[in-house]
């Protein structure tokens, strides 16, 4: 019996050490060539937000499509983003696929290659360059406070004391938190400070939106992007953005730093997409057409 | 003295079976009354989400229809919530009165997207069956290594039950999905979150079985022992029987369970089942609850049917009772 229970932890063993051993072969040796030599781009995003992302309902999936069966393929997805991750595909001169895993997933790096890149207007900070590099911004959005129409609140310092909702694991809950680190924006863009506020994190800034629209008293009013507060407000939400914009966040694409394939080279043409969009006028179109305004142009 | 009676009129019926019919009657009237009760509860969950709304007050009692509705505020599009009058009558309660609102579902919405979001039932039935196939077989291997008597199989099944039942399943289903491709293990999300599911309640699912063995008499075992039988026949012949069938209603319950979570697996991004649909589609139109509620029907329903299939295994089983 002593010898069987030997044999048996040996083999055990001998099997995490071969699983760990085991490998899977790729030719390219970096992630620009294995994207080319596949022939699709694997951009992940986060289909709750419209105007940016969000899902086409009466999508037809294309018969020859590149893309695994249990990815998004571009005609399943639309909006800004899936428009600006459809050029990059097509500089690329190869098909955009979509993966949507949940955004702290995304925003938490180590993606184990699953996916390439992000295109999901993240906005690039200090804590997140630390495991993610980013390419130039594509656009900018200023971040706002928006509350209840009929709180009675007109400045941020009426806010003192009371509750505010984000999404969570988004830079408006680093910046209400005051965790200026965490945020990692230059301090030029931060136009303003956090009042003191009790923090109420719900899955997605949507959430807390239509908590609101529902006639919940949790909160007065929410942090988030002035596009989300726009497209709330022709929701028909009641509510208003409070004041001028609190910061300025630049939105750009990201990369795992942990990928297995490096991913300098496809930084880089990424970076020669973005910036032949912004000064052929690309990118200002699709903001214009799906965000009713130019938000591509730097702020001062 | 009856049967002659019987014999005699033909119609007569024997006491014994005017009891048994009583008991028929009993048993056809309670059934009624379970399905009325039924109805009038599935009526009442309808109205309670119909958007109607009934105000009798001032001597005079409207019904009126609460609906959302497109209006240009500021040159701009916005939607409304708006109440339209369908009819009056004048008699009602005097002064205040009582208002009866119910919740306002945004029709439009749930016609417009309501075979989008059914699409996830593919990923949600097909995810579902096979961690309900994964977990069955787990739990039985570890219901069985439990009770065994060599201790490299009973140290592997409470070491399994004791982790799998002590971690999160959210976090499961992330590590076969992003912590194993560190091994060079790379698995689908579908893959990941099968496993992650199976092997979640296949430790949940061993416990009801190892109960199920549990309970069966040490008697039953001895008998079999003592008619020669070894002790796999007796594990296989005589103990497992009659173990499932206690086992079956909780088994039941957690597969129930199970359909539901399987929505956690669309965190990995590639499937894209029933919650995750509805969750999309009413995040970025602002309709969560709206969505929700269209993935809640399917959900019921397949409850409906699991509970049904239950239903028959039991009854099947229970056979041995007679």
């Known amino acids: ?300 | 003295m009856s049967e002659i009676a019987n014999t005699e009129t033909g119609t007569q019926k024997t006491h014994a079976q005017q009891l048994h019919e009583a008991q028929l009657q009993k048993k056809r009237q309670f059934q009624a009354n379970v399905s009325l009760t039924w109805l009038i509860l599935f009526l009442l969950l309808l109205l309670i989400f119909s958007s109607y709304e009934i105000k009798s007050s001032n001597g005079t009692t409207e019904f009126s229809l609460w609906q959302y509705e497109t209006v240009v505020i500021d040159g701009k599009e916005a939607l409304k919530k708006t109440r339209s009058v369908i009819s009056t009558i004048p008699f009602g309660l005097p002064d205040e009165g009582i208002t009866l609102k119910t919740i306002l579902v945004d029709r439009d919405f749930v016609k417009e997207n309501f075979s989008f979001i059914a699409g996830g039932l593919y990923w949600t039935v097909r995810v579902s069956l096979f961690s309900i196939i994964l977990a069955t077989i787990l739990a039985l291997l570890a219901a069985l290594a439990r009770l065994s008597t060599f201790p490299p199989f009973y140290a592997l099944s409470t070491f399994y039950v004791s982790l799998i039942r002590g971690t999160p399943l959210y976090l499961q289903i992330l590590f076969f999905f992003l912590a194993l491709p560190q091994l060079n293990v790379r698995m689908t999300g579908e893959m990941a979150g099968v496993l992650a599911l199976g092997l979640n309640y296949g430790a949940y699912m061993s416990e009801i079985f190892r109960a199920g063995i549990a309970s069966v008499g040490k008697g039953q075992r001895e008998a079999a022992i003592a008619i020669g039988m070894t002790p796999a026949q007796t594990m296989k012949r005589v103990v497992l029987p009659q173990a499932l069938r206690f086992a079956i209603p909780p088994v039941g319950n957690d597969f129930i369970a199970m359909t539901k979570d399987s929505a956690l697996v669309a965190a990995t991004g590639f499937v894209h089942e029933l919650t995750w649909n509805a969750q999309k589609v009413g995040r970025s139109q602002f309709r969560s609850l709206e969505a929700l509620i269209i993935a809640a029907i399917f959900y019921w329903i397949m409850t409906i049917i699991l509970t049904y299939i239950q239903g028959i295994i039991e009854s099947r089983l229970a056979k041995g009772d007679r």
């Open chain 1, 1 to 300: 019996m002593k010898k069987l229970y030997n044999v048996l932890v040996v083999a055990m063993v001998a099997a995490l050490v071969l699983t760990a051993c085991g490998n899977v072969g790729t030719q390219a040796d970096n992630l620009l060539d294995d994207i080319k030599q596949r022939g699709y781009i694997m951009v992940s995003t986060d289909p709750n937000y419209e105007p940016q992302s969000f899902l086409n309902t009466d999508g037809k999936r294309s018969a020859d499509t590149k893309c695994p069966s249990d990815a998004l393929t571009t005609a399943e997805m639309q909006g800004f983003d899936v428009d600006v991750a459809k050029a990059v595909g097509e500089g690329l001169g190869v098909e955009t696929c979509f993966a949507t895993p949940d955004w702290d997933v995304i925003t938490a790096g180590n993606w184990a290659d699953k996916w390439d890149v992000s295109i999901g207007s993240m906005t690039v900070t200090t804590a997140r360059q630390q495991i993610l590099d980013f390419s130039v911004p594509y656009y900018y959005t200023p971040a706002v406070v928006a509350v209840r129409a009929d709180a009675g609140i007109g400045s941020l310092a009426d806010l003192e004391g009371q509750a505010l909702c984000v999404g969570t694991s988004t830079t408006y809950e680093f910046w209400l938190n005051g965790d200026t680190e965490g945020l990692g924006l230059p301090e030029a863009s931060i136009y303003a400070q956090a009042p003191n506020v009790t923090v109420v994190p719900l899955p997605t800034d949507q959430e807390c939106a239509q908590a609101i629209a529902a006639g919940r008293e949790d909160f007065v009013g929410y942090v988030t992007s002035q596009t989300v507060v726009n497209a709330n407000i022709a929701a028909g939400f009641p509510v208003v953005q409070l004041g001028s914009p609190v910061y300025s966040e630049d939105l750009a694409a990201a990369f795992d730093k942990s990928s297995t394939l490096p991913t300098d080279t496809l930084r880089a043409e990424v970076d020669k997409i973005f910036t032949a969009m912004h000064s052929d006028g690309r990118l200002s179109e699709l903001s214009n057409n799906w965000l009713g305004e130019d938000l591509t142009q730097a702020p001062n």
